[in-house]
């Protein structure tokens, strides 16, 4: 049972705004994601909230009630997200090809910045089984293809190899996200739900 109702993009969106967090919701929820995945047990949500503002740029919360508010909008899109974690549903939204530039630097920033960063959660050092250790590196490559996927963007490139290399990379990102979902996570899913909430 979620404790905390996620409040839906649109609202968070200008929730963000208003403490004037440039940390896109994307990225956002994907760090969230990393987060539970990750084997790093001491890491909080409120760690990860703050994570979202440059260091000693949080928002200075001004009442009791604001902060309560605040943590709870926030807390209902970590269940949102805990919850599709614990079903093994996560996916990363759909995006138009109209922009292939854009598409490209949002997946980068969703993959590393998000659920990478997440993951580690700021320990670089954590210990990690081999198996693991390897598809959070193999993330990291993904991330990277996203990367040269933009850079070969030119007036000549041709967009349908571009498309058809971007699904394939998504796909990829997708499967290794459930892998470690399902590997990882899930048989330690009902402690884990203690910790974080």
């Not at 508010?69 to 899109?77: I, N």
């Not at 854009?102 to 997946?107: E, I």
Request: net charge negative; hydrophobic share 40%.
């Amino acid at each position: 049972m979620q404790e905390n109702k996620y409040i839906g993009d649109e609202k968070m969106i200008k929730m963000l705004e208003h403490y004037n967090c440039l940390t896109p919701l994307e990225v956002i929820k994907m760090r969230f994601a990393g987060a539970i995945c990750s084997p790093n047990l001491e890491l909080r949500p409120t760690d990860v909230i703050s994570s979202f503002w440059p260091a000693g740029q949080a928002p200075r919360l001004q009442t009791k009630d604001e902060a309560d508010l605040f943590f709870k909008f926030f807390m209902g899109l970590w269940d949102d997200v805990f919850a599709k974690i614990k079903n093994n549903k996560l996916k990363l939204e759909k995006l138009s090809f109209k922009n292939l530039s854009y598409y490209c630097q949002r997946r980068f920033a969703e993959v590393e910045h998000g659920f990478i960063e997440g993951f580690w959660g700021g320990k670089q050092d954590l210990k990690l089984p081999a198996f693991l250790a390897e598809v959070i590196d193999s993330m990291a490559d993904l991330a990277g293809v996203y990367k040269s996927l933009e850079n070969k963007l030119t007036k000549d490139t041709d967009t349908d190899e571009i498309v058809s290399a971007i699904n394939s990379a998504d796909s990829m990102v997708e499967k290794t996200i459930s892998f470690i979902i399902e590997n990882s996570v899930l048989p330690r899913i009902d402690s884990l739900q203690r910790v974080v909430n």
